[in-house]
């Protein structure tokens, strides 16, 4: 049932998939990809959205050997609290890259990871793609540590629906940052002054994704009030390696080649003076 009570703009009875269980979803801001809240587990709609095709395409991921790069939500402690080959990290260059911090984050920068080589099933990352400088070398990077068959599934807002992607800052050779656009931040559980935006995605990630990183990128799209998944900007990406199915066997003979223009006027003249 989707009512309004009370000083709620929007508030449903249903299943969560991120505590797994009866729960009541409710709005009292009517942007709801930060306010339509599950009233037990805190989650948001992005992350319900994403632990549906968690669940769904890979039902054992509590088994699984899992990176999430800069976790921080409600589906970050669910896997964090039951897979046990979940492990976490954060860009903190406090610390060496590759070394756990004592609060338990292991240091990495995406875009240059101390990981081994297909070392995970798969590699979460929620709202983070937005925000590298270098998407082509964390893509790059993610797909060196994800083992043959592994995924990486993300969420990441698709803001120019129908505009490619644009660049709003770049780094500099000295280190700086040069805003192409006005500054936009998003809250950031790491840092007070928030994350800068560096892209805006359109729909083109996907394929630029792939042609950097090899993976293949399926974008899934849910609607479903009855899970809390309704909200802008809340596609899920899947980036699967070695994902392209093999669609060869077929054994049909080659058709042969049209006749071409030239020839069939040839035959016409020849036709002509012969008879
Ligand atoms: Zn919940």
Known sequence: MTTAQGDYVLKVDGFCPVCEQDSTF???????????????CNSQPRERALFSVLTQLRPDWRKLAIHESSPGTAASRRLQDQASGYLASQYDPSIPWGSTHERGWRSEDLERQTFADASFDLVITQDVMEH???P???MREIA???KPGGMHI??????NKEAPSVRRA???????????????FHGNPMDPNGSLVTV??????AAYWDAVSGLSTTIFT?????????AEYIEVLVSRKNGLPDLSGDVAPTPAPAESAVRKLARRIKRRLTH
């Open 26 to 40: 409710a709005a009292k801001d009517p942007w709801l990809r930060d306010h339509f809240l599950c009233l037990n």
């Open 170 to 184: 770049r780094r500099m050779a000295d280190g700086t940052v040069e805003h192409l656009l006005e500054p936009v």
């Open 144 to 146: 060196r540590t994800l």
């Open 222 to 230: 849910i609607d479903d009030p009855g899970r809390g998944i309704q």
């Open 136 to 138: 082509d070398r964390a």
């Open 154 to 159: 993300c969420t990441v807002p698709i803001v």
């Open 200 to 205: 805006d995605w359109g729909y083109d990630i």
């Open 132 to 134: 590298v400088f270098a």
